[in-house]
């Protein structure tokens, strides 16, 4: 009988899979590593291999896969970081665990993770949700009424690459200049901490290393460093412009901040709060902002919901 | 028999009322007068009064209003321009048409203009559209998969109050600083054009007028004037801008420009496109941006679609 859904976390180091009941419990997950050789070839097959050797095909619902690119109609239109061009993963992913009766669906993984924000974690019933995921990049999900929104060419929630920043012009991986990616990633919060540090000749335990990461940025604010703190002030200011805008644009009932970065914790809230309402006001009156809640499976939990 | 669909602009100067048939057809129009006396408090009754002299009230399937403030479920939370509070419009024209097998809904002005385009024109065949609507201010519209998206303070869609200058950071009438609104209405194109030439010594057409409209700055940009040529593009800028951060969020199908100032014609789009692909690119492949084909009529043509 079929009793479980699959999710499948697809990232560029290794790939994350949960086994979920129909009420989208998380019984169990293993992962295997991402074979990036021959333009990632392998990566679908490994992933079939490692759910059969798991779970018998029989007792599978759904699988639900999320992936590090736009995805429109469960096709992925390219994923640089596994060296993918287009693929209709429906369709391989049908023929690979050869078994038609198995639901297959798709989504980008920041949209995704947002769905499982929704569906299990911090946005546990609400339908409308924006999420904003800080890692080495930034990424965006967006759920409406339930909803991924995927838009006409997979790039709805391309959040990372919202325009803010008109004062550095940052060049983005994406070729832009001035994406909020630039300047509230991991990497764009140590660019401005170490522009910061160059125009400027106040102390700042900063300047003890060569290199550093954003923690050791929110680390220094928090322990009332100046230069700390108005890194993490301006990098906040961005984000909260960003949030503002979207907020402008979807009047969301709830936005979520996760990745990497929001593991700096609830001096998040304290700075993008500084200027959100300021920005959405007489607008929004009462946007909720929450940190994720549930980590590195935000993924997986998404892609069972795409399946429920 | 029921077979009239009545849709109805509320303005701040006056009522468009126009009858359709079923399929969507403007069959009549009329208006009346806003009555801004008492807070507003006879425009409803004004409205109903009309509509009855023109439709026996048993030939009508349903109402559809659009107003100039935020709307969620057919409860205007408020509307500074005619006065009002919040207010039940189901409720109140129901009991004032006293027919209870009426259908009434209702929306905010630019996502019903929004609707409007979907409906009967530029965007037909489309179901998720982004339009702006460039007049003394700037409006929003938001369609996705048919339906207007109203947020959840009734706020979707207030594109004009998304911040996208970070230069001038002109007041806007919501009390921000650096909204659309503020470079990209009739209003801020005259901002940015006396601004230019405040700061600048070259000669201009504009300099002979103490006070001129946005209409003038098109025409001289049209004319080759170099201060209207760098006016137009700062503007076109700023709303090419606002039309990528929207595009990065929703990726929507087709993005329309509306409004009084778009009747300065193709020069917006000329001036738009120049930005546009850049700020999305390489996200958005082939966003379709067009002007409004409804002109006037758009408010009450989105009406009639909310209650189709």
Chains 1, 2 share one sequence.
């Not at 803010?164 to 832009?176: P, T």
């Not at 928090?222 to 979807?250: P, W």
Request: glycine residues 12%.
């Amino acid at each position: 009988m079929r009793k479980y859904i699959i999710g499948v976390d697809v990232g560029g180091t290794s790939v994350k899979i949960g086994k979920f009941n129909r009420a989208g419990d998380l019984l169990d997950k293993f992962s295997v590593k991402t074979d990036l050789s021959n333009h990632g070839a392998n990566i679908l097959k490994d992933i079939i291999q490692a759910i059969k050797e798991n779970i018998a095909t029989d007792e599978i619902i759904g699988i639900g896969l999320g992936v590090p690119g736009p995805v429109k109609n469960n096709v992925v239109i390219h994923c640089v970081n596994l060296g993918w061009g287009r693929k209709d993963l429906e369709k391989e992913v049908h023929s690979l665990i050869n078994d038609e009766n198995i639901i297959i669906q798709a989504g980008n993984d920041a949209n995704v993770a947002a769905a499982g924000e929704m569906f299990k974690g911090i946005a546990k019933g609400y339908k409308n949700v924006v999420m904003f995921t800080l890692g080495t990049g930034v990424g965006g999900g967006i759920i409406l009424d339930g909803k991924v929104v995927e838009g006409v060419n997979g790039s709805g929630g391309e959040l990372g690459h919202i325009i803010v920043d008109q004062r550095h012009n940052f060049a983005c991986n994406c070729g832009k200049k001035g994406c909020l990616e630039t300047v509230a990633s991991a990497t764009g919060i140590v660019n401005l901490a170490k522009t910061r540090l160059a125009h400027s000749k106040v102390w700042s335990p900063l300047r003890k290393y060569e290199d550093f990461s954003a923690k050791k940025v929110f680390d220094c604010a928090k322990e009332d460093d100046a230069i700390g703190k108005q890194t993490i002030d301006e990098a906040m200011r961005y984000l909260a412009l960003a949030m503002a805008n979207v907020s402008l644009t979807l009047d969301p009932e709830i936005i979520v901040i996760g990745g990497g970065v929001s593991n700096a914790g609830e001096i998040i809230l304290e700075y993008v709060n500084k200027y959100y309402y300021d920005y959405v006001n007489p607008f929004i009156k009462k946007a909720n902002i929450a940190m994720a809640s549930l980590g590195n499976d935000a993924g997986i939990y998404g892609c069972a919901y795409l399946i429920k």
